[in-house]
């Protein structure tokens, strides 16, 4: 008769060997190909939403500030200008004011506010953001922001002294994002 398979028992002694130790790649590759995953979703994200912007030149568009002055965008300017289009309903864009904020008060920086309302109401917004002092253009129909492209807010551009968009950007921008603009529009 056949004797039966044995199998080993809990009980048993196993012959195990130590687990060999993972090298630093080993270690790191999950992580750093993950990260990587996140970087690429990113971009393309950020080219996806920045496929309708004008590039070159920018548009030249001569507009009213809430206060009645009149104010040359784009390639009307003939000067450096830093543009952040905004809407009064966009969260990102309230996370964002307090680095636009800091960039202090100048003809250079100019927020556009899109889709937003009337000249008062955008107005009562600047006031209670601490927005004064800057100089704010009420684009209500959206015909200023649909000239450059813009469909998602908050959108920064930087342009040269001669109208040509220096930078993009879209979403979230840092005060030290925001400063390197201005001092690359200047250049």
């Given at each position: 008769?056949?004797?039966p398979?044995q199998t080993p028992?809990?009980?048993?002694?196993?012959?195990?060997?130590?687990?060999?130790?993972?090298?630093r790649?080993?270690?790191w590759r999950r992580?750093a190909?993950e990260?990587?995953?996140?970087v690429?979703?990113l971009?393309a994200?950020?080219?996806?939403q920045?496929r309708?912007?004008v590039?070159?030149?920018?548009?030249s568009?001569?507009a009213?500030s809430?206060d009645?002055?009149q104010?040359?965008l784009g390639?009307?300017a003939q000067?450096p200008q830093?543009?952040w289009?905004?809407a009064t309903?966009?969260?990102?864009?309230?996370a964002?004011?307090?680095?636009?904020?800091a960039l202090?008060?100048?003809s250079d920086?100019?927020l556009?506010a899109?889709?937003?309302g009337s000249?008062?109401?955008?107005?009562?917004?600047?006031?209670?953001q601490?927005?004064?002092?800057?100089?704010?253009?009420?684009?209500?129909?959206?015909?200023v922001?649909r000239?450059?492209?813009?469909?998602?807010?908050?959108?920064t551009f930087?342009?040269?002294?001669d109208?040509a968009?220096r930078?993009?950007?879209?979403?979230y921008t840092?005060?030290l994002?925001?400063r390197?603009?201005?001092?690359w529009?200047r250049?």
């Amino acid at each position: 008769m056949p004797e039966p398979e044995q199998t080993p028992s809990n009980d048993a002694p196993r012959e195990d060997k130590p687990p060999a130790r993972a090298t630093r790649w080993q270690r790191w590759r999950r992580p750093a190909l993950e990260a990587l995953g996140l970087v690429i979703v990113l971009v393309a994200v950020r080219a996806f939403q920045s496929r309708s912007l004008v590039s070159g030149v920018a548009p030249s568009i001569v507009a009213r500030s809430l206060d009645g002055a009149q104010v040359r965008l784009g390639a009307a300017a003939q000067r450096p200008q830093v543009l952040w289009f905004f809407a009064t309903w966009c969260t990102v864009c309230r996370a964002s004011e307090h680095n636009v904020r800091a960039l202090g008060s100048g003809s250079d920086v100019v927020l556009i506010a899109s889709d937003s309302g009337s000249d008062a109401a955008i107005a009562r917004f600047v006031r209670e953001q601490g927005l004064s002092g800057l100089v704010v253009v009420n684009d209500a129909d959206g015909s200023v922001a649909r000239r450059f492209g813009v469909r998602s807010f908050p959108t920064t551009f930087a342009l040269g002294r001669d109208g040509a968009i220096r930078s993009t950007d879209i979403g979230y921008t840092t005060e030290l994002g925001l400063r390197w603009r201005r001092f690359w529009s200047r250049q």
